[in-house]
Protein backbone atom coordinates (compact mmCIF):
# COMPACT_ATOMS: atom_id res chain seq x y z
CA UNK A 1 0.00 0.00 0.00
CA UNK A 2 1.38 3.19 -1.12
CA UNK A 3 -0.98 5.62 1.08
CA UNK A 4 -2.91 7.49 -1.36
CA UNK A 5 -6.41 8.37 -0.64
CA UNK A 6 -7.76 8.59 -3.99
CA UNK A 7 -5.21 8.58 -7.39
CA UNK A 8 -1.67 8.87 -6.91
CA UNK A 9 0.55 11.80 -7.56
CA UNK A 10 1.27 13.12 -10.92
CA UNK A 11 4.90 12.03 -10.57
CA UNK A 12 3.67 8.16 -10.19
CA UNK A 13 0.89 8.57 -12.78
CA UNK A 14 3.49 9.44 -15.44
CA UNK A 15 5.82 6.99 -13.86
CA UNK A 16 3.32 4.04 -14.53
CA UNK A 17 2.49 5.28 -17.87
CA UNK A 18 6.04 4.86 -18.59
CA UNK A 19 6.32 1.58 -17.86
CA UNK A 20 3.14 0.30 -19.58
CA UNK A 21 4.54 2.17 -22.65
CA UNK A 22 8.18 0.68 -22.30
CA UNK A 23 6.07 -2.98 -21.42
CA UNK A 24 3.86 -2.19 -25.02
CA UNK A 25 7.50 -1.21 -27.05
CA UNK A 26 9.35 -4.45 -25.20
CA UNK A 27 6.65 -6.72 -26.54
CA UNK A 28 6.39 -4.89 -30.41
CA UNK A 29 9.94 -6.07 -30.14
CA UNK A 30 10.34 -9.36 -29.39
CA UNK A 31 10.44 -11.77 -31.92
CA UNK A 32 7.46 -13.94 -31.00
CA UNK A 33 4.33 -12.68 -31.01
CA UNK A 34 1.53 -12.00 -28.19
CA UNK A 35 -1.86 -12.62 -28.73
CA UNK A 36 -4.78 -11.78 -25.88
CA UNK A 37 -7.77 -14.23 -26.92
CA UNK A 38 -11.39 -14.28 -25.48
CA UNK A 39 -13.85 -16.79 -25.28
CA UNK A 40 -14.97 -17.18 -28.10
CA UNK A 41 -12.09 -17.21 -30.03
CA UNK A 42 -11.92 -13.26 -30.86
CA UNK A 43 -8.54 -11.66 -30.72
CA UNK A 44 -9.17 -8.63 -28.83
CA UNK A 45 -5.29 -7.76 -29.01
CA UNK A 46 -1.78 -8.69 -30.72
CA UNK A 47 1.52 -7.15 -30.58
CA UNK A 48 3.10 -5.54 -33.48
CA UNK A 49 5.03 -8.58 -34.45
CA UNK A 50 2.11 -9.62 -36.64
CA UNK A 51 2.51 -7.75 -38.91
CA UNK A 52 6.18 -9.39 -39.73
CA UNK A 53 5.06 -12.81 -38.82
CA UNK A 54 1.71 -12.89 -40.90
CA UNK A 55 2.00 -10.03 -42.90
CA UNK A 56 -1.45 -8.54 -41.02
CA UNK A 57 -1.34 -4.88 -39.26
CA UNK A 58 -2.62 -5.42 -35.63
CA UNK A 59 -5.80 -3.67 -36.68
CA UNK A 60 -6.90 -5.83 -39.04
CA UNK A 61 -6.24 -8.78 -37.05
CA UNK A 62 -8.44 -7.27 -33.65
CA UNK A 63 -11.86 -8.38 -33.40
CA UNK A 64 -11.44 -11.13 -35.55
CA UNK A 65 -11.93 -15.03 -35.11
CA UNK A 66 -8.32 -16.08 -34.72
CA UNK A 67 -9.48 -19.19 -36.54
CA UNK A 68 -9.98 -18.06 -39.71
CA UNK A 69 -6.53 -17.08 -39.77
CA UNK A 70 -5.72 -21.22 -39.36
CA UNK A 71 -4.65 -23.12 -42.28
CA UNK A 72 -7.93 -25.17 -42.94
CA UNK A 73 -6.53 -28.56 -42.42
CA UNK A 74 -4.95 -27.51 -38.89
CA UNK A 75 -8.17 -25.95 -37.63
CA UNK A 76 -9.68 -28.95 -35.83
CA UNK A 77 -6.56 -29.76 -33.47
CA UNK A 78 -6.31 -26.07 -33.27
CA UNK A 79 -9.84 -26.18 -31.68
CA UNK A 80 -8.75 -28.98 -29.59
CA UNK A 81 -5.90 -27.53 -28.21
CA UNK A 82 -7.69 -24.48 -27.73
CA UNK A 83 -10.59 -26.10 -25.37
CA UNK A 84 -7.20 -27.79 -23.24
CA UNK A 85 -5.96 -24.34 -22.65
CA UNK A 86 -9.63 -22.73 -21.81
CA UNK A 87 -10.08 -25.94 -19.13
CA UNK A 88 -6.88 -24.34 -17.33
CA UNK A 89 -4.17 -26.45 -18.85
CA UNK A 90 -0.83 -24.72 -19.80
CA UNK A 91 -0.12 -26.07 -23.33
CA UNK A 92 3.99 -25.18 -24.38
CA UNK A 93 5.26 -26.16 -27.98
CA UNK A 94 1.65 -27.10 -30.05
CA UNK A 95 2.33 -26.33 -33.57
CA UNK A 96 -0.15 -26.11 -36.54
CA UNK A 97 0.16 -23.46 -39.82
CA UNK A 98 -1.29 -19.74 -40.12
CA UNK A 99 -2.06 -18.40 -43.70
CA UNK A 100 0.08 -15.79 -44.39
CA UNK A 101 -1.49 -12.19 -46.01
CA UNK A 102 0.05 -13.34 -49.05
CA UNK A 103 -1.65 -16.86 -49.14
CA UNK A 104 1.37 -19.04 -47.88
CA UNK A 105 1.29 -21.03 -45.28
CA UNK A 106 3.44 -20.06 -41.92
CA UNK A 107 4.55 -22.88 -39.70
CA UNK A 108 4.19 -21.73 -35.94
CA UNK A 109 4.80 -23.00 -32.41
CA UNK A 110 2.53 -21.92 -29.56
CA UNK A 111 2.31 -21.48 -25.85
CA UNK A 112 -0.62 -20.36 -24.27
CA UNK A 113 -1.88 -19.96 -20.86
CA UNK A 114 -5.58 -19.23 -19.75
CA UNK A 115 -6.00 -16.38 -17.50
CA UNK A 116 -9.15 -16.58 -15.98
CA UNK A 117 -9.76 -13.61 -13.89
CA UNK A 118 -9.51 -11.72 -17.21
CA UNK A 119 -10.83 -14.01 -19.31
CA UNK A 120 -8.71 -14.08 -22.07
CA UNK A 121 -6.09 -16.46 -23.27
CA UNK A 122 -2.24 -15.55 -23.88
CA UNK A 123 -0.56 -17.53 -26.52
CA UNK A 124 3.24 -16.38 -27.62
CA UNK A 125 3.67 -17.57 -31.44
CA UNK A 126 7.39 -18.59 -32.78
CA UNK A 127 7.45 -19.02 -36.46
CA UNK A 128 9.33 -21.79 -37.13
CA UNK A 129 8.90 -22.19 -40.81
CA UNK A 130 12.89 -22.14 -41.69
CA UNK A 131 12.83 -25.52 -39.20
CA UNK A 132 9.66 -27.34 -40.95
CA UNK A 133 10.90 -26.51 -44.39
CA UNK A 134 14.64 -28.25 -43.41
CA UNK A 135 12.56 -31.23 -41.93
CA UNK A 136 9.86 -31.44 -44.71
CA UNK A 137 12.99 -31.12 -47.37
CA UNK A 138 14.69 -34.07 -45.14
CA UNK A 139 12.20 -35.88 -45.08
CA UNK A 140 11.02 -35.62 -48.51
CA UNK A 141 15.02 -36.29 -49.70
CA UNK A 142 14.59 -39.77 -47.75
CA UNK A 143 11.47 -40.52 -49.45
CA UNK A 144 12.25 -40.05 -52.91
CA UNK A 145 15.72 -41.79 -52.10
CA UNK A 146 13.71 -44.73 -50.92
CA UNK A 147 11.56 -44.50 -53.76
CA UNK A 148 14.28 -44.58 -56.36
CA UNK A 149 15.97 -47.93 -54.70
CA UNK A 150 12.82 -49.50 -54.20
CA UNK A 151 11.02 -48.96 -57.51
CA UNK A 152 11.37 -51.44 -60.51
CA UNK A 153 8.66 -48.71 -63.04
CA UNK A 154 10.28 -45.28 -63.76
CA UNK A 155 6.45 -44.27 -64.40
CA UNK A 156 5.36 -45.41 -61.06
CA UNK A 157 8.60 -43.58 -59.63
CA UNK A 158 7.96 -40.78 -61.28
CA UNK A 159 4.31 -40.49 -59.85
CA UNK A 160 5.45 -41.26 -56.83
CA UNK A 161 8.31 -38.08 -56.84
CA UNK A 162 5.90 -35.62 -58.25
CA UNK A 163 3.53 -35.89 -55.00
CA UNK A 164 6.12 -35.25 -53.14
CA UNK A 165 7.21 -32.77 -54.95
CA UNK A 166 4.26 -31.02 -55.63
CA UNK A 167 3.56 -30.92 -52.10
CA UNK A 168 6.99 -29.47 -50.71
CA UNK A 169 7.28 -27.09 -53.24
CA UNK A 170 4.31 -26.93 -55.43
CA UNK A 171 4.48 -28.52 -58.51
CA UNK A 172 1.33 -29.51 -59.97
CA UNK A 173 3.03 -30.28 -63.41
CA UNK A 174 5.36 -32.47 -64.28
CA UNK A 175 7.03 -34.05 -67.72
CA UNK A 176 9.95 -36.48 -68.05
CA UNK A 177 11.56 -36.74 -70.94
CA UNK A 178 14.34 -39.81 -72.44
CA UNK A 179 16.51 -40.54 -74.91
CA UNK A 180 17.13 -36.86 -76.59
CA UNK A 181 18.86 -37.94 -79.60
CA UNK A 182 18.15 -37.00 -83.13
CA UNK A 183 18.24 -40.51 -84.48
CA UNK A 184 16.22 -42.47 -81.62
CA UNK A 185 13.56 -38.81 -80.78
CA UNK A 186 12.37 -38.41 -77.53
CA UNK A 187 10.18 -40.57 -75.46
CA UNK A 188 7.81 -39.27 -72.89
CA UNK A 189 8.07 -41.30 -69.74
CA UNK A 190 6.07 -39.11 -67.64
CA UNK A 191 3.45 -36.23 -68.25
CA UNK A 192 0.71 -35.01 -65.79
CA UNK A 193 -0.65 -31.98 -64.81
CA UNK A 194 -2.73 -31.41 -61.63
CA UNK A 195 -4.04 -28.42 -63.01
CA UNK A 196 -5.61 -28.03 -66.67
CA UNK A 197 -4.40 -30.23 -69.11
CA UNK A 198 -3.71 -27.85 -71.94
CA UNK A 199 -1.20 -26.25 -69.54
CA UNK A 200 1.44 -29.50 -70.94
CA UNK A 201 4.45 -28.67 -72.89
CA UNK A 202 3.12 -29.19 -76.35
CA UNK A 203 5.76 -32.08 -78.32
CA UNK A 204 7.16 -29.49 -80.64
CA UNK A 205 8.20 -27.21 -77.77
CA UNK A 206 9.67 -30.71 -76.43
CA UNK A 207 11.11 -31.02 -79.40
CA UNK A 208 12.79 -27.77 -79.09
CA UNK A 209 14.45 -29.11 -76.12
CA UNK A 210 15.82 -32.99 -77.67
CA UNK A 211 17.40 -30.52 -80.77
CA UNK A 212 19.62 -28.51 -77.98
CA UNK A 213 20.53 -31.84 -76.52
CA UNK A 214 23.82 -31.84 -77.91
CA UNK A 215 24.68 -28.80 -76.29
CA UNK A 216 25.38 -29.38 -72.41
CA UNK A 217 25.24 -26.04 -71.73
CA UNK A 218 21.28 -26.05 -73.21
CA UNK A 219 20.32 -28.37 -70.07
CA UNK A 220 21.74 -26.19 -67.46
CA UNK A 221 18.72 -25.31 -65.48
CA UNK A 222 16.67 -23.77 -68.32
CA UNK A 223 12.77 -22.83 -68.93
CA UNK A 224 10.74 -23.63 -71.84
CA UNK A 225 7.69 -21.49 -72.23
CA UNK A 226 4.55 -22.53 -74.59
CA UNK A 227 1.59 -20.32 -74.19
CA UNK A 228 -1.92 -22.37 -73.52
CA UNK A 229 -4.86 -20.14 -74.00
CA UNK A 230 -4.25 -16.75 -73.28
CA UNK A 231 -1.51 -18.10 -70.44
CA UNK A 232 2.11 -17.94 -70.64
CA UNK A 233 3.35 -21.31 -68.66
CA UNK A 234 6.84 -21.69 -67.81
CA UNK A 235 8.68 -24.81 -66.77
CA UNK A 236 11.91 -25.25 -65.18
CA UNK A 237 14.22 -27.76 -67.33
CA UNK A 238 16.48 -29.84 -65.62
CA UNK A 239 19.13 -32.54 -66.94
CA UNK A 240 18.85 -35.81 -66.25
CA UNK A 241 22.61 -37.41 -66.37
CA UNK A 242 23.49 -40.72 -66.65
CA UNK A 243 26.81 -42.53 -66.95
CA UNK A 244 27.11 -41.58 -70.70
CA UNK A 245 25.61 -38.23 -70.75
CA UNK A 246 22.59 -36.56 -70.91
CA UNK A 247 19.75 -39.13 -71.24
CA UNK A 248 16.64 -36.99 -70.53
CA UNK A 249 15.07 -34.46 -68.97
CA UNK A 250 12.81 -33.46 -66.04
CA UNK A 251 10.43 -30.95 -66.75
CA UNK A 252 8.88 -28.66 -63.88
CA UNK A 253 5.95 -26.07 -63.53
CA UNK A 254 4.89 -24.45 -60.07
CA UNK A 255 1.63 -23.37 -58.73
CA UNK A 256 2.54 -19.67 -58.63
CA UNK A 257 3.97 -18.86 -62.13
CA UNK A 258 6.99 -17.35 -60.46
CA UNK A 259 9.79 -20.01 -60.38
CA UNK A 260 11.74 -21.76 -57.74
CA UNK A 261 14.11 -20.30 -55.25
CA UNK A 262 17.66 -21.10 -55.06
CA UNK A 263 16.90 -23.64 -52.03
CA UNK A 264 13.73 -25.25 -54.34
CA UNK A 265 16.31 -25.60 -56.95
CA UNK A 266 18.70 -27.34 -54.79
CA UNK A 267 16.29 -30.08 -53.66
CA UNK A 268 15.33 -30.42 -57.51
CA UNK A 269 18.70 -31.00 -58.61
CA UNK A 270 18.74 -33.79 -56.21
CA UNK A 271 15.89 -35.39 -57.50
CA UNK A 272 16.92 -35.21 -61.19
CA UNK A 273 19.74 -37.25 -60.24
CA UNK A 274 17.80 -39.82 -58.57
CA UNK A 275 15.66 -40.05 -61.54
CA UNK A 276 18.58 -40.34 -63.85
CA UNK A 277 19.64 -43.34 -61.58
CA UNK A 278 16.36 -44.87 -61.65
CA UNK A 279 15.76 -44.39 -64.95
CA UNK A 280 20.05 -45.81 -65.82
CA UNK A 281 19.35 -48.73 -62.93
CA UNK A 282 15.81 -49.58 -64.91
CA UNK A 283 17.80 -49.90 -68.47
CA UNK A 284 21.12 -52.00 -66.71
CA UNK A 285 17.94 -54.59 -65.82
CA UNK A 286 15.99 -54.46 -68.60
CA UNK A 287 19.32 -54.90 -70.45
CA UNK A 288 20.38 -58.11 -68.17
CA UNK A 289 16.93 -59.75 -68.23
CA UNK A 290 17.09 -59.51 -72.08
CA UNK A 291 20.57 -60.45 -72.74
CA UNK A 292 19.24 -63.70 -69.95
CA UNK A 293 16.06 -64.57 -71.83
CA UNK A 294 16.59 -63.05 -75.19
CA UNK A 295 18.60 -63.91 -78.28
CA UNK A 296 21.14 -61.37 -78.83
CA UNK A 297 20.93 -61.64 -82.71
CA UNK A 298 17.62 -62.15 -83.43
CA UNK A 299 15.91 -60.58 -79.88
CA UNK A 300 13.61 -64.18 -79.90
CA UNK A 301 13.71 -65.26 -76.46
CA UNK A 302 16.24 -67.74 -76.02
CA UNK A 303 16.27 -71.62 -75.16
CA UNK A 304 15.66 -70.82 -71.52
CA UNK A 305 13.14 -68.48 -71.92
CA UNK A 306 11.06 -70.99 -74.43
CA UNK A 307 11.35 -73.56 -71.75
CA UNK A 308 10.08 -72.08 -68.85
CA UNK A 309 7.02 -71.02 -71.50
CA UNK A 310 6.71 -74.29 -73.13
CA UNK A 311 6.58 -75.63 -69.53
CA UNK A 312 3.93 -73.13 -68.08
CA UNK A 313 1.86 -73.52 -71.54
CA UNK A 314 1.83 -77.22 -70.89
CA UNK A 315 0.49 -77.27 -67.40
CA UNK A 316 -2.04 -74.91 -68.30
CA UNK A 317 -2.99 -77.02 -71.66
CA UNK A 318 -3.30 -80.19 -68.97
CA UNK A 319 -5.61 -77.98 -66.53
CA UNK A 320 -7.86 -76.64 -69.18
CA UNK A 321 -7.85 -79.93 -71.44
CA UNK A 322 -6.75 -77.26 -74.15
CA UNK A 323 -4.67 -78.36 -77.65
CA UNK A 324 -1.39 -76.82 -78.33
CA UNK A 325 1.34 -77.47 -80.90
CA UNK A 326 4.96 -76.74 -81.35
CA UNK A 327 6.69 -76.10 -84.90
CA UNK A 328 10.32 -76.97 -85.14
CA UNK A 329 11.78 -75.22 -87.93
CA UNK A 330 15.40 -75.64 -89.43
CA UNK A 331 16.65 -73.38 -92.34
CA UNK A 332 17.60 -76.04 -95.30
CA UNK A 333 21.73 -75.89 -95.95
CA UNK A 334 22.07 -72.85 -94.04
CA UNK A 335 25.65 -73.70 -93.63
CA UNK A 336 26.72 -73.08 -97.17
CA UNK A 337 25.12 -69.69 -96.85
CA UNK A 338 28.08 -68.95 -94.60
CA UNK A 339 30.51 -70.74 -96.57
CA UNK A 340 29.61 -68.55 -99.87
CA UNK A 341 28.47 -65.20 -98.75
CA UNK A 342 29.86 -64.90 -95.02
CA UNK A 343 28.85 -64.82 -91.93
CA UNK A 344 27.38 -61.55 -92.05
CA UNK A 345 25.25 -62.32 -94.62
CA UNK A 346 24.29 -65.30 -92.46
CA UNK A 347 23.34 -63.33 -89.70
CA UNK A 348 21.19 -61.08 -91.85
CA UNK A 349 19.69 -64.13 -92.92
CA UNK A 350 18.93 -65.67 -89.43
CA UNK A 351 17.25 -62.24 -88.25
CA UNK A 352 15.00 -61.81 -91.41
CA UNK A 353 13.59 -65.46 -91.05
CA UNK A 354 13.12 -64.54 -87.15
CA UNK A 355 11.32 -61.59 -88.59
CA UNK A 356 9.11 -63.43 -90.82
CA UNK A 357 8.01 -66.05 -88.42
CA UNK A 358 7.16 -63.92 -85.99
CA UNK A 359 4.78 -61.89 -88.72
CA UNK A 360 3.27 -65.99 -89.15
CA UNK A 361 2.73 -66.28 -85.10
CA UNK A 362 -0.12 -64.57 -83.38
CA UNK A 363 0.49 -62.12 -80.88
CA UNK A 364 -0.08 -65.17 -78.15
CA UNK A 365 2.25 -67.31 -79.69
CA UNK A 366 6.03 -67.89 -79.09
CA UNK A 367 8.86 -67.61 -81.37
CA UNK A 368 12.16 -68.63 -80.27
CA UNK A 369 15.34 -69.16 -81.57
CA UNK A 370 17.36 -72.49 -79.93
CA UNK A 371 20.47 -72.03 -81.42
CA UNK A 372 22.14 -71.92 -85.26
CA UNK A 373 19.27 -71.92 -87.46
CA UNK A 374 16.82 -74.08 -85.42
CA UNK A 375 13.65 -71.90 -84.36
CA UNK A 376 10.45 -73.08 -82.64
CA UNK A 377 7.39 -71.85 -82.40
CA UNK A 378 4.58 -72.12 -79.31
CA UNK A 379 1.20 -72.37 -80.40
CA UNK A 380 -1.45 -72.53 -77.57
CA UNK A 381 -4.95 -73.15 -77.42
CA UNK A 382 -5.64 -74.44 -81.36
CA UNK A 383 -8.80 -75.43 -81.95
CA UNK A 384 -7.62 -78.47 -84.35
CA UNK A 385 -5.01 -80.03 -85.34
CA UNK A 386 -5.20 -78.53 -88.79
CA UNK A 387 -4.59 -75.25 -87.42
CA UNK A 388 -0.38 -76.49 -86.55
CA UNK A 389 -0.34 -77.43 -90.21
CA UNK A 390 -1.92 -74.05 -92.21
CA UNK A 391 0.66 -72.26 -89.58
CA UNK A 392 3.36 -74.64 -91.09
CA UNK A 393 2.60 -73.83 -94.97
CA UNK A 394 1.88 -70.15 -93.91
CA UNK A 395 5.38 -70.23 -92.57
CA UNK A 396 6.95 -72.12 -95.66
CA UNK A 397 5.58 -69.64 -98.30
CA UNK A 398 6.55 -66.43 -95.95
CA UNK A 399 10.18 -67.68 -95.76
CA UNK A 400 10.35 -69.06 -99.62
CA UNK A 401 10.52 -65.28 -100.94
CA UNK A 402 13.87 -64.10 -101.63
CA UNK A 403 15.53 -62.55 -98.45
CA UNK A 404 17.72 -59.24 -99.44
CA UNK A 405 21.53 -59.34 -98.73
CA UNK A 406 24.49 -57.72 -98.93
CA UNK A 407 25.38 -59.92 -101.38
CA UNK A 408 22.80 -61.12 -103.53
CA UNK A 409 19.03 -61.83 -102.51
CA UNK A 410 19.15 -65.49 -101.42
CA UNK A 411 16.04 -67.92 -101.93
CA UNK A 412 16.02 -70.67 -98.99
CA UNK A 413 13.94 -73.60 -97.91
CA UNK A 414 12.88 -74.91 -94.34
CA UNK A 415 11.88 -77.66 -93.04
CA UNK A 416 8.96 -77.98 -90.37
CA UNK A 417 8.27 -80.59 -87.51
CA UNK A 418 5.07 -80.45 -85.83
CA UNK A 419 4.69 -82.11 -82.72
CA UNK A 420 1.00 -81.75 -80.88
CA UNK A 421 -0.41 -81.78 -77.40
CA UNK A 422 -1.73 -84.08 -76.39
CA UNK A 423 -1.76 -86.31 -79.74
CA UNK A 424 2.11 -86.46 -79.83
CA UNK A 425 3.05 -86.47 -76.15
CA UNK A 426 2.12 -84.82 -72.65
CA UNK A 427 5.46 -84.39 -71.55
CA UNK A 428 7.66 -81.24 -72.79
CA UNK A 429 10.95 -83.22 -73.60
CA UNK A 430 8.72 -86.27 -75.32
CA UNK A 431 6.85 -83.35 -77.37
CA UNK A 432 10.11 -81.32 -78.57
CA UNK A 433 11.95 -85.21 -79.09
CA UNK A 434 8.60 -85.47 -81.73
CA UNK A 435 8.84 -82.14 -83.27
CA UNK A 436 12.38 -82.54 -83.53
CA UNK A 437 11.96 -85.95 -85.22
CA UNK A 438 9.35 -84.90 -87.57
CA UNK A 439 11.59 -81.84 -88.91
CA UNK A 440 14.49 -84.34 -89.44
CA UNK A 441 12.05 -86.32 -91.25
CA UNK A 442 10.95 -83.54 -93.62
CA UNK A 443 14.06 -82.63 -94.29
CA UNK A 444 15.33 -86.29 -95.12
CA UNK A 445 12.56 -86.27 -97.66
CA UNK A 446 13.57 -82.80 -99.32
CA UNK A 447 16.68 -83.79 -100.13
CA UNK A 448 15.83 -87.34 -101.99
CA UNK A 449 13.42 -85.50 -103.93
CA UNK A 450 15.78 -81.93 -104.46
CA UNK A 451 18.11 -81.61 -107.51
CA UNK A 452 21.69 -80.87 -107.77
CA UNK A 453 21.58 -77.31 -107.47
CA UNK A 454 20.11 -77.61 -103.31
CA UNK A 455 17.81 -75.41 -101.96
CA UNK A 456 19.96 -72.04 -101.07
CA UNK A 457 20.76 -70.30 -103.94
CA UNK A 458 21.39 -66.80 -104.67
CA UNK A 459 19.87 -64.23 -107.16
CA UNK A 460 21.59 -61.43 -109.19
Request: charged content about 25%.
Amino acid sequence: MLGFSHRPPPHLAAMVHSIRSLSANIADLLLDVLFLVDRRGIIVDVSAGCERMLGYRATELIGQYMLDFVVPEDRDMTLAEGARVLAGQDRIGFENRYLHKDGRSIDLMWSARWIADQGLRLSVARDISLRKRAERRQAATYAISEAAFQSGDLAGLCQVIHGILDRLVGAPGMVVVTDPTPQQGFKVVYQRDHGEKSRLPSRACLARWRGSASNPDALAPDAVRHVAGSRLNTWLMLELGGPAGTIGALLLRDRAGTGYSPADRGLLHFVAAQVGLALERKRLHEDLMRSACHDELTGLPNRRLFFDRIRTAVARARRSQSRLGLLYVDVDDFKQVNDRHGHATGDTLLREVAARLVECARQTDTVARLGGDEFVLLLEDLQSPEDADRCADKIRAALAQPVPTQCAPLVISVSVGIALFPEHADQVETLLMHADARMYAKKRAQKCGANGAGPVSGRT
